[in-house]
């Protein structure tokens, strides 16, 4: 049987035409977009298929931890606020990046991250596009694009904020080395406005690589504490009388930041059984309910005469867990990472105490319970755990006025002045522990 066609034909310039009109575009200009990042696509595809944006999310979150964890005195309100938003911005549009793949551009977020909010003049277009180099700039720019553009010149900002930092400490070479990683930056935010050709334009790549090298430099050339008392000392050639490191210009300060580099101090907890004693201090320890003895040497001990130091020094009962990490690829035993974990919150009673050549040993009696050796088996890698008895410690030698350890050389003003009773936690840069000092 024969059926009627009917066919309805409207203007061009009909409003539903042209609405039509804009998503079939719409709907080809996502199809064209995603034929990239398919798994059916080119290198670029495959290497999104592999995680690329998930990875990218992973690298931006130990950014921002590691930007909390690198501030001091001398980053004010204004540079952690800036290198926070930064941190954010970037970790947000990597979360973004990731759902929209994920959802292959098709979800709310990715609709509403994707539209265009600003479109860019044809002779702009024109103008700053190179073709002949394979640089096209988009003509329209998304939420999403301008929030990472925005990103981009935080970071950017906050690694020129780090080269006059470094200028400031006459840490030159780092500060062109920073100064890389700046200018590198800047060239990728930009050449994110270009069309990329495999995962960035050619001018994001040349931004990458520029600050990738400029990092790598910066991370080689860095002063070493000593390296910055040198120059900003009395002894450097321009010191720095202004600075963050002007202190240094004080005869008493300069001296105690440069005992504090070349001071050594080591803590360590034995069995009872391990030290070597006579027979009778032995036996007579054995009978006080002695179990482990604790020693502190340090070079400092014979820097001035024993009746104007003072040792201060505080041990209470802990676990050490030794965490070993077994692969299918381990051919040898994989060093331990070591942890402590305090049991008892007061001060371990001190029963003992014995003057040695370059230090002191204290006796306690250890009354905890130490767990048995176990471990925890994945259908990947395998952990495996061991536990023994130990002290956490505290210790502060006071040699005249001045007292070790003495706080890293960029946080003088942090610290403060010195605190005599410690509170076993992070941050005390006036006490060490068995595991040294912050530097």
């Known amino acids: 049987s024969k059926v009627d066609l009917k ?10 035409t042209r609405m039509k ?12 977009k995603l034929k990239a990042q398919s798994k059916t696509g080119g290198a670029a595809g ?25 501030f001091n005195e001398r980053h004010g309100l204004g540079y952690k606020g800036t290198t926070i938003i930064s941190a954010i911005t970037d970790l947000g549009v990597a979360i973004v990046n990731a759902s ?23 002779s702009a277009v024109r103008f700053l596009s190179a073709p002949s180099l394979g640089l096209h700039l988009e003509r329209n720019l998304s939420r999403l694009k301008i929030a990472g553009v925005v990103g981009g010149v935080l970071t950017t900002a906050v690694a020129v904020w780090d080269t006059s930092l470094l200028i400031s400490a006459q840490d030159n070479d780092a500060a062109a080395a920073m100064a890389m990683v700046a200018l590198g930056t800047g060239i990728s935010t930009f050449g994110s406005l270009y069309t ?20 790598g430099l910066y991370m080689l050339f860095k002063d070493s504490p000593m390296e910055t008392w040198l120059k900003n000392g009395p002894f450097g050639k321009r010191p720095d009388h202004n600075g963050d490191y002007q202190y240094l210009q004080q005869p008493h300060k300069a001296w105690q930041h440069f005992i504090n580099l070349i001071m050594n101090l080591r803590i360590k907890t034995y069995p009872i059984e391990q030290i070597e004693l006579s027979d009778k201090l032995r036996w007579q ?50 060093p331990a990472t070591l942890s402590v974990d305090q049991v008892d919150p007061a001060d371990a009673p001190l029963i003992s105490q014995h003057a040695l050549n370059n230090g002191h040993i204290f006796f306690y009696r250890y009354n905890k319970t130490v767990p048995s050796k176990d471990g925890k088996f ?23 006025e001045h007292t070790f350890p003495t706080p890293p050389l960029s946080k003088e003003e942090e610290a403060g002045n010195p605190s005599r009773v410690p509170t076993f936690t992070k941050g005390e840069f006036w006490w060490a522990n068995e595991f040294g000092w912050e530097q």
Request: net charge positive; aromatic share 10%.
């Open 7 to 16: 066919a309805l034909v409207i203007p061009d310039d009909n409003p539903i």
């Open 21 to 32: 009109a804009e998503q079939l575009m719409k709907e080809a200009d996502l199809t064209d």
């Open 46 to 70: 495959q290497v999104y298929a592999k995680g690329i944006p998930y990875f990218i999310v992973a690298l931006e979150i130990v950014n921002l931890q590691r930007t909390i964890a690198g």
């Open 100 to 122: 929209n793949f994920l959802t292959r551009e098709t979800g709310r977020l990715a609709i509403y991250t994707t539209k265009t909010v600003i479109k860019l003049p044809a």
């Open 196 to 215: 990329a050709t495999f995962l960035m334009s050619p001018l994001g790549w040349l931004g990458l690589s520029i600050a990738l090298l400029g990092f």
């Open 285 to 334: 320890l054995q009978g006080q309910g002695v179990t482990h003895g604790v020693c502190i040497t340090s070079n400092l001990f014979g820097l001035s005469p024993p009746e104007q130091q003072t040792l201060r020094f505080h041990a209470r009962q802990a676990i050490l867990t030794s965490t070993k990490k077994y692969t299918r690829s381990t051919r040898v035993d994989p």
């Open 378 to 400: 994945w259908p990947g890698p395998t952990y495996v755990y061991e536990y023994q008895a130990h002290f956490h410690t505290r210790a502060q030698l006071q040699i005249g």
